[in-house]
């Protein structure tokens, strides 16, 4: 059953404007960021952050800067008014969604970038690519990014915290809330807002399962029966290893994208 309607942002200064507006208001701002297609396991986040705030604000962005040129950013999937049905769906809903079509675009219309579905089907370009979008300044948690996830994708993690700072710079939330599916992702979010002084409480919010016991992930949708199973398997001599060795708080290791898919 739809619930409330919320109010979709796509320019950044509106969305900073809202955000001051309503703190004028005494409110306080919870902050979900995602690249969109979402599942329970995101709609868990928006209703931790209402734990812990007023209002919600939940981002829909599929950031070009954290893909590598040979990586899947043309064909991540998206669904963005079946995204909204599903965040109408959750109880006392949220607030605002911030829809931006490109965080890297500084006015130079020949640097846009609009991913390929909305443009006519131009080339997607990641910009990390030489002729990409001339963006320079990059945030990196130097220690944290190395090894694991960080040997397999090493742009990954410095794209992932250059955007979220940019998004915690327009959104100006209170509270942000990140998934412990993607551990390594969300312990270098909460060491670079102690290193860099952001005001902003970083919650991490429980690993959301599907009925095989698979962690819910937006990518699941491209595995196919077959690697499915594999990923299952996985899971199982993880789970095992991890309990042999009481290693738990590394699981969520063994199930981020980027040993998965």
Known sequence: MAGKEPVIITDKEEMRKWTRTMRSKNHTIGFVPTMGYLHDGHLSLVQEAQKHTDLIVVSIYVNPGQFSPNED??????????????????????????????????????????????????????CVEDKGMGHETWVRVENLEKGLCGKSRPVFFRGVATIVTKLFNI?????????????????????????????????????????????????????????????????????????EHELWQTLAYSESRCFVY
């Open 73 to 126: 950013l043309s064909t991540y999937p998206s669904d963005f008014q079946g995204d909204i049905q599903k965040l109408k769906s959750v109880a006392n809903g949220v607030d605002v969604v911030f829809h931006p079509k490109n965080l890297y675009d500084y006015g130079n219309s020949e640097m846009g970038l609009i991913r390929s579905a909305e443009n006519e089907g131009l080339k997607v370009v990641s």
């Open 171 to 243: 959104v100006e939330p209170d509270v942000a809330v990140f998934g412990k599916k993607d551990y390594q992702q969300w312990r270098i979010i909460q060491r670079m807002v102690r290193d860099l002084d952001f005001g902003i409480k970083v919650i991490g919010s429980d690993i959301v399962r599907e009925h095989d016991g698979l962690a819910m992930s937006s990518r699941n949708v491209k595995l196919s029966p077959a690697d499915r199973q594999k990923v299952l398997l996985l899971l199982s001599v993880s789970l095992s290893t991890m309990k």
